[in-house]
């Protein structure tokens, strides 16, 4: 069955640290996006990619960081500049035109600072 | 002002209620509108789509949009304990671009209680 798997499902961060989320897709989606979800904020965007070695900042790009060489995969970087990171980040995908179609959304990974 | 605004909750029924959760939005340029549904824990997933003006009825699930109020609901009937989730409403203009980004609400918390 084609969707989107992000690794690991928990991820612990020690002070200081970069850390890298995956995200894979086989939806053969042109469109990748990263969100950041906390507590009462709802979805905020950090990165999107439209085609492979391009992308673009979103709302809260400070302290992260991503790669699009291939187009299944769209990982997303954690740098130590990312002030407060703990929170729950999703990955989804979409084919052009995400109004028409919608996004389909991996399952998450929870990332927590200790 | 935030493009789309959604109430956060959380919203407390009993089971067999009808279930009316709302957005409003402020871009008349929007077209496509959405519902997603999230378990806790657990990334989006896409619950309704309509177009345009008019309801769209799935089951016990109605979406209904109202463009010239700019106002979308979701009804839930005979609302059961396995509709507790945060439903997001989600909405996008098409002007033609290769990828038009969602918009999404802050999410409403609903647990129904058995």
């Known amino acids: 069955d084609g969707g989107i798997t992000q690794s690991p499902k928990y991820l612990f961060r020690k002070e200081g640290q970069n850390v890298t989320l995956s995200c894979e897709q086989n939806?053969?989606?042109?469109?990748m996006y990263w969100y950041r979800q906390d507590p009462g904020q709802g979805l905020r965007l950090i990165y999107y990619?439209?085609?492979?070695?391009?992308?673009q900042k979103g709302d809260i790009a400070e302290g992260y960081s991503v790669s699009r060489e291939k187009k299944e995969s769209f990982p997303l970087t954690v740098t130590s500049a990312q002030k407060n990171p703990t929170a729950f980040y999703l990955c989804?995908?979409?084919?052009?035109?995400?109004?028409?179609?919608?996004?389909?959304f991996g399952s998450g990974t929870r990332l927590t600072v200790v | 002002q935030k493009e789309v605004e959604q109430d956060p909750g959380p919203l407390s029924v009993p089971e067999g209620a009808i279930v009316s959760l709302n957005c409003t939005y402020s871009n008349s340029a929007f077209q496509y509108f959405m519902w997603y549904r999230q378990y806790s824990r657990k990334g989006p997933e896409l619950l309704m789509y309509?177009?345009?003006?008019g309801n769209k009825e799935d089951g016990r699930f109605t979406a209904q949009v109202d463009k010239s109020s700019k106002y979308i609901s979701l009804f839930i009937r005979d609302s059961q304990p396995s509709d507790s989730a945060t439903y997001l409403c989600?909405?996008?203009?098409?002007?033609?671009?290769?990828?038009?980004?969602?918009?999404f609400g802050t999410g409403t918390l609903l647990a129904v209680q058995p």
């Open positions: 989600a909405m996008s203009l098409h002007d033609g671009g290769a990828t038009n980004k969602l918009i």
């Open positions: 990619s439209q085609i492979v070695n391009d992308f």
């Open positions: 309509t177009y345009s003006s």
């Open positions: 939806l053969n989606h042109d469109a």
């Open positions: 989804a995908s979409s084919r052009p035109s995400a109004g028409l179609y919608g996004y389909t």
